[in-house]
């Protein structure tokens, strides 16, 4: 079984783990000790794989991370690797996304902050700068805060073309770059935004997350605050495929890496009673780009359950059969290491889970 890296970001630190041979070791304490870390990014595309970490710390405020021995040694910036220019009048509040680029772009690490800003890495994230244009978009006055604030927490980017950025801001919306970042438009056709007067405007939704398809980089799909939806051309226009699952209110949206039209997304009750869907902790999974939706439960809990699955925490490995893994709010960490079809505890009491991230090592 090939081995894996597992990162867990909680709200009490970074834990990790291996898997060899099939099975799981956890050892040691974790890192970043009552400092609570939203962001992971694992660049696997140099010889050695580098992990970046935004933590935050109560007391010194947020930082990014690096290490380059899976975790044993840290490095962190004299300076602040992610800063607003001073004449911005801006601070950062939190790190919420830590996004290596593809292959099109080596070195290229993209970061997602509270305020909703975007910066750009070219040094594997060793430093950052603001990416202007988005930060200084004309509708940016118009922007509101979701309930996690106002936040750009989602990035993806296309393997074959460096210059196509994606983002999602809350609660702001989609919007798309297809030059290097240097101009912006919003992106929401087809998503609602049922909390506002006009439940259909250019922007404003509050997108909760997106997944880019594992065999066709043109297809995403969306989680939304109420509805679950897919795009089919990088997202220009959207379309929903909530129906079929037991509510289309959630967070975490995850694409198979290698299967195409293969999607995982787990249901929340509703915005006012974020628990799982039927208080059943079930990961829900599409095999035909949301046409259909099967519950996957085998080998997780039968009974009532409250732990709710955050935008983050969720995430596959990158292995052939994939490996899913998430991790919820009562501090419980699952795995699949077939798609999906089962599922296994491998770790429980944990802090708050907030963030998770796996990749295929050698």
């Not at 890192?31 to 609570?36: C, G, S």
């Not at 939190?94 to 070195?107: E, F």
């Not at 939304?224 to 495929?241: K, L, M, P, Q």
Request: hydrophobic share 35%; with cysteine.
């Amino acid at each position: 079984m090939t081995d894996v890296l597992l990162t867990v970001g909680t709200r009490k630190g970074l834990f990790i783990g291996r898997r060899r041979g099939g099975r799981w070791d956890f050892g040691g304490p974790p890192h970043f000790n009552a400092q609570a870390v939203y962001a992971i990014g694992i660049d696997a595309r140099g010889a050695v794989p580098r992990l970046l970490v935004g933590g935050d710390s109560a007391h010194w405020g947020p930082s990014v991370f690096r290490s380059d021995d899976l975790g044993a040694t840290w490095t962190e910036p004299a300076e602040p690797a992610v800063r607003f220019p001073k004449d911005t009048g801006a601070s950062v509040e939190r790190v919420w996304q830590l996004h290596p680029a593809g292959p099109a772009a080596p070195g290229v690490v993209y970061a997602g902050t509270e305020p909703a800003a975007l910066f750009r890495s070219a040094d594997g994230g060793e430093s950052f700068e603001l990416v202007r244009p988005l930060w200084e978009h004309p509708t940016r006055s118009q922007w509101m805060p979701g309930g996690g604030g106002e936040a750009v927490h989602t990035v993806v980017t296309d393997p074959r073309d460096p210059d196509a950025v994606t983002v999602a801001v809350s609660a702001a919306g989609v919007f798309r770059s297809r030059d290097g970042g240097g101009s912006w438009s919003p992106s929401n056709h087809g998503v609602s935004a049922v909390f506002l007067p006009d439940p259909n405007p250019e922007f404003g939704q509050c997108v909760h997350k997106i997944a880019q398809d594992g065999g066709d980089p043109d297809r995403l799909y969306l989680q939304n605050h109420w509805g679950v939806y897919r795009s089919d051309d990088a997202g220009v226009r959207w379309t929903d495929i909530g129906g079929g699952l037991p509510s289309d209110f959630g967070f975490a949206a995850v694409a198979h890496p290698h299967r195409a039209d293969v999607a995982y997304v787990f249901p929340i009750t509703a915005d006012a009673d974020r628990v799982p869907a039927g208080r059943r902790c079930r990961v829900y999974r599409t095999s035909d780009a949301g046409g259909t939706w099967e519950a996957l439960g085998a080998g997780l809990p039968e009974g009532d359950h409250y732990g709710t699955v955050l935008r983050d925490a969720m995430c596959t490995d990158g292995a052939d059969p994939a490996g899913v893994y998430f991790g919820n709010r009562n501090g419980e960490l699952y795995a699949s290491a077939d798609d999906g079809d089962s599922w296994q505890l491998l770790r429980s009491h944990l802090p708050d889970v907030l963030c998770v991230r796996a990749a295929v090592i050698g």
